[in-house]
């Protein structure tokens, strides 16, 4: 048995260090995986007047900002007992969904994809084409994917008057009227992601991907096919990576952009064996028997939950939680979103050969070709003249939970206040459920099971790092 | 190549907006860097160095075996628990990150603290009683000091250059490097607190959409009002220091424009205001944050004038999310 520390991890959102204990082969017999930063916003939050969260929770992660922000938004409008307008919901799913695929794009071009440049691959046949294309800071692909993300983000100049941190979005909806002009801005901001989307990322309709519905038609599709995506469908058949990665097949998503009724990404639990039964909140509970924080009375629910540091801790290495649901460590992401949405290749992949590197991947891409088109409908749909934010008073006392989906996955705020300032603020992020460490009864993290069994000599290739980005880590938001 | 700068860039106790936020430059940013002549060394989240290799640049950075130019830190200083600087230990070196920032910031020509976190502290250092023991990198709030204490000089002769800001903007960061690439900044250009003036000379009040709306005190009332935030809402754009409503945010936005008050995240302890972010305090009705360069009793009467002297126009508008009564169409002719 040998240890290997891998860190800094880079390219991904924030601080990770990876511990392996390889066997005799070279092989992950255990992985631990830590978040060595602590950010402690839970205490900042206490004690502050309740929407001051709306200003505070967006800084817990500079690149799930809105997130946190809808969250919040979701948890005081529970509070308060108000609905967002007509216009302020669609506006809020633009602003959402713009984060959302900005942060898509950039995981594939900045984080992910350029460990394809990775020297251990020279002499595959697709190398020298993926090296000069993904290289980090050098490939030509950055020059063009910068400005297609920085241009879905111009969404935010017009709808939340800034990204990252925007204080736009309220209980009650959005704070930004769109005029007659701002509309058709918005609106061919989208047609030019679209176009960037369709040439460069995916070389086909988006309306064409999002059809596709088994394995064999994504390979039918991708062969000989010019676009990123369809490059890298083609190295990921020479590697394997659809047999690569997989943590516990269990998927969880809260539900994604609400439209009249039903929203686009319905929430629920996924399984392939038992496919898919109705998100039950009540069944989440976090524990920090290996985090460096107090045990309190075994795992908790976050409406009860608190955050107190014991820094020197027995058998603790991580200031993560462990967030469990029944007890079970779970996969969020974009993944459990389209499993939970029905999405029909994906289901058979998982089915078959469990999450995978290339799961997750093509389930990013399927919601770019999927989320796009609903923008474009949100946006037409803005009615000018109509409210976008609802008024509303706040109590002295309540409480609320803002369910959400960020890019990364499930994201939850739980919020108690009395006589009038907060008494409580609990949030699991997704990559807290990601990127868990052990809980009480010893069940790894999903990234320390899906790491298991990958080899990890110093020889070995860069799978470890496939596997770790194929998740989209954000550090920022796990440690919050 | 050789003459570019090298620019090594760590993040600690933050939420890695201001690199989101400088990923959103209108240019093609990789590009328009290496064209000013600014190569990265590393970077966390951009550069392929990952691990033992990562960790070697930024040894040899530390050593002095290879000499770089310029550290940019994002991030506040998390010094706790106790000291120890355990709350961020840099991932894979099990030392603490506030050590590697003041080894490197010992051979660097130019220290740049990107965000508010790094400058004063910021919201990282905000909860009560910071437990965090977070600072800025020459400043704790508004008092000098910080990890690197106050009479601290990078070899360039200049205490850190703070680009404040929760996030900053992208404009903010490359003007400000690449200001250093054409041949350095003198004092001078620094304002009091560390600031570029290229951006921290302006109020963020200058340019605002909601100006006539000032000028009459026809104030907003509600989240989504078109009216001035500052007399209910919170704003203090008269009083911080950037130009926010000049040099548009995300292409076309700004707090202001996206309807929604300055909370000044460009000063020391923006964080803690002392009352509800979007409400304005007040004393016997009148806000007691008053502009920058206006003494109150100025401020009171003119206020008393204006409003009694607002357009109907101004006044309808103020209380409505876009505009109810249109400005006239002047049939004669403009004079
Ligand atoms: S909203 Fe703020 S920045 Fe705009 S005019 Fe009013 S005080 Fe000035
Ligand atoms: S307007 Fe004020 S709060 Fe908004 S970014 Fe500028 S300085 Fe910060």
New interface residues.
């Given amino acids: 048995m040998s240890r290997r ?13 990876v511990i392996l204990d390889l066997d005799a082969g070279q092989q992950v017999a255990a992985a631990r995986v ?1 978040s ?5 916003f839970e ?2 939050l ?4 309740p ?2 969260a ?3 929770v967006p ?5 799930c ?1 809105v997130s946190q922000s809808v969250a919040a938004a979701s948890a005081l409008a529970g509070a308060m007992d108000i609905r967002p307008t007509a216009n302020g919901a669609r506006a809020t799913n633009l602003i959402l969904a713009a984060e959302n695929l900005a942060d898509h794009l ?1 995981h594939f071009y ?2 992910f994809m ?1 460990d394809f ?2 020297p251990a691959y020279a002499g595959r046949p697709w190398y020298e084409a993926t090296a000069s294309r993904f ?4 490939g030509s692909a ?2 063009q994917a ?2 297609a ?2 241009g879905l ?16 979005l ?1 209980p ?6 769109l ?1 007659a002009s ?1 509309k058709i ?1 918005v609106l061919a901001q989208l047609r030019e992601c679209r176009a960037f989307l369709e040439t460069t990322l995916l070389g086909d309709r988006l309306e064409a991907l999002a059809g596709l519905d088994s394995p064999a038609a994504l390979a039918a599709w991708a062969a000989g096919r010019p676009g990123d995506f369809p490059a890298f469908l083609a190295l990921a058949a020479d590697l394997g990576l659809e047999r690569t990665g997989r943590a516990y097949d269990r998927f969880l998503s809260h539900g994604a952009y609400p439209e009249d009724g039903a929203p686009l990404f319905p929430a629920g639990f996924w399984q392939p064996d038992q496919g898919l039964t109705p998100l039950a909140p009540e069944q989440i509970s976090e524990d920090s028997r290996h985090a460096w924080l107090v045990d309190e009375e075994g795992p908790l629910h976050p409406r009860n939950g608190l955050t107190r ?1 014991e ?1 020197e801790k027995e058998g603790a290495y991580s200031w993560c939680k462990a967030p469990r649901y029944a007890g079970q460590p779970l996969e969020v992401g974009a993944l459990a979103r389209q499993l939970v949405a029905g999405q029909p290749l994906l289901q058979e992949l998982v089915r078959r050969q469990g999450a995978s590197i290339l799961a997750r991947v093509t389930a990013r891409m399927l919601e770019l070709a999927r989320v796009l088109p609903a923008m474009e409908g949100w946006a037409r749909a803005l009615e ?2 109509q ?3 609802a ?1 509303g008073t706040l109590p002295n006392e309540g409480q609320g939970a803002g369910l959400v989906e960020a890019a990364r996955g499930s994201l939850g705020h739980w919020l108690e206040f009395r006589r009038g300032r907060i008494s409580r603020y609990q949030v699991i992020a997704p990559t807290t459920w990601n990127f868990s460490p052990r809980d009480s009864r010893d069940q790894p993290g999903p990234l320390e099971k899906a790491l298991e069994g990958l080899p990890a000599g110093p020889e070995a290739p860069p799978l470890v ?1 496939h596997v770790v980005r194929s998740f989209d880590p ?1 550090m ?1 938001c796990t440690v919050h | 190549m050789s003459q570019n700068l090298r620019l090594l860039w760590l993040q600690s106790g933050g939420c890695g907006g201001c690199t989101q936020s400088l990923l959103c430059h209108e240019r093609p940013l990789f590009a328009e860097l290496a064209g000013a002549g600014i190569d990265f060394l590393w970077h966390p989240g951009l550069s392929p160095a990952s691990g033992p290799e990562a960790l070697q640049i930024l040894e040899d950075a530390a050593s002095g075996a290879a000499p770089f130019d310029i550290l940019c830190i994002e991030g506040a200083m998390l010094r706790g628990p106790a000291g120890s600087g355990r709350f961020h230990l840099l991932g894979g070196s099990g030392k603490p990150m506030t050590d590697w920032v003041a080894r490197l910031a010992a051979r660097a020509r130019w220290v740049l603290a990107v965000g508010s976190c790094t400058a004063y502290g910021g919201l990282s250092a905000a909860t009560p009683g910071n437990p965090l023991e977070a600072c800025g990198l020459q400043y704790e709030g508004n008092g000098k000091g910080g990890l690197l204490g106050r009479e601290f000089r990078s070899g360039a002769g200049l205490p850190v250059i703070n680009i404040a800001g929760c996030p900053t903007h992208p404009g903010w960061i490359v003007d400000t490097l690449e200001t250093l690439a054409q041949g350095g900044l003198v004092e001078d250009e620094l304002d009091e607190l560390g600031r570029p003036r290229l951006y921290a000379d302006q109020l963020v009040h200058h340019g605002c959409s909601r100006n006539e709306f000032y000028e009459f005190k026809a104030s907003a009332e509600k989240p989504s009002d078109l009216g001035c935030l500052m007399e209910n809402l919170g704003c203090k754009g008269t009083q911080a220091h950037a130009d926010c409503n000049t040099r548009p945010w995300n292409g076309a936005g700004s707090c202001l424009k996206g309807g929604y008050p300055c909370i000044a995240c460009t000063e020391p302890e923006f964080e803690n205001p002392g009352h509800p972010f979007l409400e304005t305090p007040k004393v016997a009705g009148i806000p007691i944050g008053l502009p920058t360069d206006m003494p109150k009793a100025w401020f009171v009467a003119l206020a008393a004038l204006s409003k009694s002297a607002t357009p109907h126009r101004v006044k309808e508008n103020a209380l409505a999310d876009h505009p109810r009564v249109l400005p006239v169409q002047k049939k004669t002719g403009l004079k």
């Fill in positions: 520390i891998l860190g800094p991890f880079n390219r991904v959102e924030g601080d990770l260090e830590n060595p930063l602590f950010r402690g205490q900042l206490l004690g502050r007047a929407l001051d709306l200003a505070i800084r817990i992660c500079g690149i900002s950039s900045l984080f350029p440049a990775h290289a980090a800071l050098r950055a020059g910068l400005p993300r920085a983000l111009k969404l935010m100049g017009f709808l939340a008057g800034k990204w990252p941190h925007s204080l736009g309220q009650g909806g959005t704070t930004r009227a005029g701002e801005r540091v820094a000018p003249g409210a976008y934010c008024p790092q954000c920022a």
